[in-house]
Nanobody, 121 residues
């Protein structure tokens, strides 16, 4: 069993930056592929970024490439998402996810409860 708790969401102006973090419980964190998804009202949850078990492999949605960076620390059981050059269309609830599947991250085995990111002036 893995529990995921996100933090770092909030309100930011367009062009600004925000860093999301996800803390995972359990001793098996390094055995999971980790990722971030996001969802807006009325839309399906969509993939944002994923990172392999050791951190050497990373994958991103086209909409965030060059702006977002995913990283993980297996010693601290954390995964982070650095978001730069934020746009209003990045507004969403962001979810941390754990999966055994690389690089698809599907199916997701565990979800966090989400953290809201609002990009607005």
């Amino acid at each position: 069993q893995v529990q995921l708790v996100e933090s770092g969401g909030g309100l930011v102006q367009p062009g600004g930056s925000l860093r999301l973090s996800c803390a995972a419980s359990g001793r098996t964190f390094s055995s999971y592929v980790m990722g971030w998804f996001r969802q807006t009202p009325g839309k399906e949850r969509e993939f944002v970024a994923g990172i392999s078990r050791g951190g050497g492999g990373k994958t991103y949605a086209d909409s965030v490439k060059g702006r977002f960076t995913i990283s993980r620390d297996n010693a601290d059981n954390t995964v982070s998402l650095q978001m730069n050059s934020l746009k209003p269309e990045d507004t969403a609830v962001y979810y941390c996810a754990a999966s055994t599947q690389w690089p698809s991250l599907m199916p997701v085995d565990y979800w966090g409860k989400g953290t809201l990111v609002t990009v607005s002036s």
